[in-house]
Nanobody
Framework: QVQLAESGGGLVQAGGSLRLSCAAS????????MGWYRQAPGKQRELVAV???????NYADSVKGRFTISFDNAKNTVYLQMNSLRPEDTAVYYC???????????????WGKGTLVTVSS
């Protein structure tokens, strides 16, 4: 059983910062990719930022230059530092991981329960 535990959401004023964390636990042989998606009310879930265990990162255009993703392999944890937050960043942020529970497993996708980020104007 694999679990993703998110933390760090909350209420912040526009221009402020928040740091999200997501720790993977349970049966983990290797992690291919970890990252963050978000879903605002009435909108589809969208990619925010992802990072591979090899250090490759990818960001949505809307967050480039403001958000930074980092991946701690030793702790099986991914972080999202969010700076210069805007009201349009308000959403539920979901942690995502593509990992192999066993050495013989194919990559399997897992999702966290989500953490709410609210940016007030």
């Amino acid at each position: 059983q694999v679990q993703l535990a998110e933390s760090g959401g909350g209420l912040v004023q526009a221009g402020g910062s928040l740091r999200l964390s997501c720790a993977a636990s349970g049966r983990i042989f290797s992690i291919n990719v970890m990252g963050w998606y978000r879903q605002a009310p009435g909108k589809q879930r969208e990619l925010v930022a992802v990072a591979t265990s090899g250090g490759i990162t990818n960001y949505a255009d809307s967050v480039k230059g403001r958000f930074t993703i980092s991946f701690d392999n030793a702790k099986n944890t991914v972080y999202l530092q969010m700076n210069s937050l805007r009201p349009e960043d308000t959403a539920v942020y979901y942690c995502h991981a593509d990992m192999r529970p066993y050495w013989y497993s194919h990559g399997t996708k897992y999702w966290g329960k989500g953490t709410l980020v609210t940016v007030s104007s």
